[in-house]
């Protein structure tokens, strides 16, 4: 959910529940200021603040995870497989997820794929890294700090510093 999303959905149901920002605000224990740059998307709210304004509202967030239903779906994970896709873009050869999971369970570059492991490296959505390194170490029964160090030592042999996150 982006937080635009969640600040109009607090900003629609106090109108649509026809209170007024000072009424909501005193309920939920918030300035008047406060409720107004929440809903406005100027604020930053703290976690305990957003979640009694939500509970004032009778709303609430649910954190999703695709994972746990691709499982329950018996669909195994593919983020080895979108992050090897996304880095065939623009290199010839095909990265396949088996050679990312090599890489990525060994800490080294597969010969000739160079540019594709920097590629998933620097560009792959962060996410979608973080869910093939829990892929990998639960395909090889590794611990992920395990992976994280193979990761990172890509990075130093690929040259891949994703502004300086790798290093």
């Known amino acids: 959910m982006h937080l635009s999303a ?5 900003q629609r ?11 909501l605000a005193d309920l939920a224990g918030l300035s008047r200021q406060t409720l107004n740059g929440i809903e406005r998307g100027t604020v930053n709210v703290t976690l305990e603040n957003l979640v009694r304004l939500l509970d004032v509202l009778g709303l609430s967030i649910s954190i999703d995870d695709p994972d746990v239903a691709r499982a329950a779906a018996g669909k195994p994970p593919n983020a080895l497989r979108m992050a090897a896709l996304g880095a065939n873009v623009s290199y010839s050869g095909d990265f396949t997820p088996e050679l990312l999971d090599a890489a990525l369970a060994t800490g080294e570059t ?11 490296l620097d560009e792959a959505p962060l996410q979608l890294i973080v869910k093939a390194v829990a892929e990998v170490a639960a395909r090889h029964n590794r611990k992920p700090a395990e992976i994280w160090r193979n990761l990172h030592r890509l990075a130093a042999s690929t040259s891949a510093t994703r502004d300086g996150l790798w290093k």
Do not use: D, F, T
């Open 110 to 120: 597969p010969q000739g794929y160079r540019a594709h492991v920097a590629q998933v």
């Open 6 to 10: 969640l600040m109009l959905a607090i």
């Open 13 to 23: 149901k106090r109108q649509s529940l026809g209170i007024s920002q000072q009424r």
